[in-house]
């Protein structure tokens, strides 16, 4: 089974970099909504292949039903296991990174450090999507009225 590889393209370490640091200054549940939108934003690459296999897709929900107060941490937690047992279960590497991103995406509800995983994984699956994480999480900043300079 291959690794995933985490080495940014050249030039997106610093947009990478510049994630790190805006995760540092949002809110808990802003990165559990960031952190589902990055993995649903690349979930098509495993439906397409697995689409009886709903478990990443089940975490991404829960994960937004955890936001809403409509889940537990404990109900969010079986679901990011569920999703990444996926990704124990497939050989094909993106599907595979798409099954981890969503399981962090959930685990991101128990423990904020996770929504850092959940982009990781997602952008070893398409090419620039560290400036759409980014963009997006600016967005979500501003939504919240944080200073980002």
Not at 53 to 65: F, L, M, N, V, W
Not at 107 to 119: D, E, F, L
Request: net charge neutral; with cysteine; aromatic share 8%.
């Amino acid at each position: 089974m291959k690794k995933v590889n985490f080495v940014d393209k050249k030039g997106e370490e610093d947009i990478k970099n510049a994630i790190t640091e805006l995760t540092s200054k949002i809110d808990h549940r802003t990165l559990v909504i960031w952190a589902t939108d990055c993995a649903e934003h690349i979930l098509s690459y495993f439906e397409e292949k697995y689409p009886k296999d709903d478990r990443p897709r089940k975490a991404i929900e829960a994960g937004r039903a955890w936001v809403h107060g409509k889940l537990s941490v404990g109900e969010v937690r079986t679901t990011a296991f569920a999703a990444h047992a996926a990704a124990r279960d497939i050989e094909e590497c993106d599907a595979r990174a798409v099954a981890r991103a969503a399981g962090h995406a959930a685990a991101t509800a128990h423990v904020a450090g996770h929504a850092i995983h959940a982009a990781n994984y997602a952008a070893t699956v398409i090419a620039d999507e560290r400036i759409w994480q980014y963009q997006h999480l600016l967005d979500l900043a501003k939504k919240q009225k944080i200073t980002i300079y």
